[in-house]
């Protein structure tokens, strides 16, 4: 039967579990484990699909909206940034009212978003309505992680997060598949659609499922002023690092915002100090595991977001392939991911998550490493190899990463530390995404002009060599109608190889990141509260 019980987060030597108390799930659908993740895990892929599958309909919204570049990256901006900024905060809330209750309210209202999204018919309704997505999902994010803690006795646990984070990494990776058949088959409505009778599904499990579980020390009001400085802090910091590839990181704003966010974090550090009950409880952080396990969240996703970034570019614009040709070939990195997290999690629960997941980051770093290999020339088979090792490398990382930082963090805080490992992933995927591209740029800028040249073309003036580039860190050949075909394609030949020499660079970065990640992993361990969840129940 299920139980629950609080502990301090005092770190490495944390006191063993108080003795179990609280809540008995009654026998049946109510409560029953299994049934709770199918519940959480059909919410989770709304969220997580949506992250990828918008970016193969931006162009088909840009033409019947009549839409800017500026405008349809606010699409992709307004979400992640609402998301991010949201999630702890979220987690809070569930914390106090029941993960159950915020699980169901962000379903709903995510679910009510999408649809909303599909009937809008101007680019601004788009925008509003997908930071409402970003809001709800933010809501619903935490609160799974939160219900999985709860109903899962703890040699159960890392099977069920592995489930957890197959479905994630799947729908992350096949929203490109997806988006790319609903937008050239159906519309780019579709998208959006797709998302209410999902929702209504998991509302409906919900309802029928999902049991309230409360710690007997949930938090009982709100620091309002610590969300004030955290939600400010997260703000500056992911929109620093949206904007930063236009102003430029040399750029007066980009520091402008960068100094806020590091400002905003250390008043929000010294007022969690003296708050009776804080937003994030800094006792949390004296565990080295658990601060491990964040870092280790965020770099893995520099290394995951990063590389898979180039690569969307690498597949359709350097290889000519349609959007579902490339996500087809992204499909051994999901399927590893798939069959992969599950075994993970079965591995962690056996041999803890040490090894596992340093050997995934090592596994992770030698796949980006295979990937700076790629060039113009490079056939599928030898494209899957990669991308299924770094499928095979990722899914002990998702799997014992959160498992570290939930688990090491005591039940009553469950929420909040759902809305960490979600965040660090956020945030890791918005560095990724910012620093490999700035690095991708610089070598494009360095080495565009000499290749140009090289290959017998005209010289460009600065400015015209300025927007050729920009046409080129996307793998795109800056050739005009008028173009003479001999011309086009020598500028296509140098387009396309200076494009790979900056995905070559980017990627051998991110090979790096993750092999210090392997560094941090071994500071990690095995969640040191992960009893103070369920004990045994309807397995």
């Not at 490493?369 to 990669?386: F, K, P, Q, R």
């Amino acid at each position: 039967m299920t139980s629950q019980t609080t502990i301090d987060a005092t770190g490495p030597g944390d006191k063993a579990p108080a003795a179990p108390s609280g809540p008995q799930p009654a026998a049946g659908l109510r409560g029953h484990p299994w049934l709770t993740l199918i519940t959480v895990a059909v919410g989770v892929m709304m969220v997580a699909l949506d992250g990828t599958i918008v970016a193969i309909a931006n162009p088909a919204i840009g033409k019947d909206l009549h839409a800017s570049w500026a405008q349809l990256q606010w699409i992709t901006n307004a979400y992640f940034l609402a998301l991010a900024v949201s999630l702890i905060t979220a987690g809070k809330l569930g914390d106090r009212f029941g993960h159950r209750q915020t699980f169901l309210i962000g379903v709903t209202g995510f679910a009510a978003a999408s649809g909303a999204i599909g009937l809008s018919d101007s680019i601004a309704a788009v925008v509003t309505f997908r930071v409402f997505q970003g809001l709800f999902g933010a809501l619903l994010m935490p609160a799974a992680l939160g219900l999985l803690r709860a109903t899962f006795p703890a040699e159960k646990l890392n099977m069920a997060i592995g489930i957890w984070g197959m479905v994630i990494g799947a729908s992350t990776a096949g929203g490109p598949i997806l988006g790319g058949v609903l937008v050239e088959h159906v519309n780019w409505q579709s998208v959006f659609f797709i998302n209410v009778p999902v929702g209504a599904l998991a509302l409906l499990l919900g309802l029928l499922i999902l049991l309230d579980h409360r710690a007997q020390n949930a938090p009982r009001s709100f620091d309002l002023l610590g969300i004030g400085l955290l939600s400010g802090a997260m703000f500056c910091l992911v929109w620093a690092l949206i904007k930063a590839p236009a102003w430029g990181w040399g750029d007066g704003k980009t520091w402008l915002f960068l100094v806020a966010s590091v400002a905003g974090f250390a008043l929000f550090a010294l007022w969690e100090k003296r708050v009776k009950e804080p937003l994030i409880p800094l006792a949390l952080f004296r565990s080295v595991a658990l601060s491990a396990g964040v870092v280790l969240m965020v770099l893995m996703a520099i290394a995951f977001m990063g590389g898979l970034f180039f690569v969307t570019f690498y597949l359709q614009n350097v290889h000519g392939m349609s959007p579902i040709d490339a996500g087809l070939h992204l499909l051994p990195l999901t399927g590893m991911m798939i069959v992969g997290s599950p075994l993970a999690g079965a591995l962690i629960t056996k041999a803890g998550p040490r090894i596992p997941l340093a050997g995934g980051m090592a596994v992770t770093a030698i796949a980006m490493y295979g990937m700076s290999t790629l060039d113009e020339g490079t056939g599928s088979g030898l494209m899957s190899v990669w991308f299924a090792l770094l499928g095979l490398g990722l899914a002990p990382v998702m799997v014992g990463a959160t498992e570290v930082i939930v688990g090491n963090a005591p039940m009553e805080l469950s929420g909040v530390a759902g809305g960490l490992q979600q965040a660090a992933m956020q945030i890791g995927g918005s560095l990724g995404t910012a620093v490999l591209g700035a690095v991708m740029a610089s070598k494009v800028d360095s080495t565009l002009g000499d290749n140009w040249a090289d290959a017998g073309l005209p010289k460009l003036p600065p400015e015209q060599l300025h927007q050729a580039a920009e046409a080129v860190q996307q793998g795109v050949a800056p050739v005009t109608k008028d173009t003479p075909a001999p011309i086009a394609e020598k500028i296509t030949e140098v387009a396309h190889h200076t494009f790979i020499d900056g995905m070559s660079l980017a990627s051998l970065v991110a090979a790096g990141v993750a092999a210090v990640a392997v560094l941090v992993a071994l500071l990690t361990k095995r969640g040191a509260n992960a009893e103070a969840g369920a004990g045994v129940g309807h397995i």
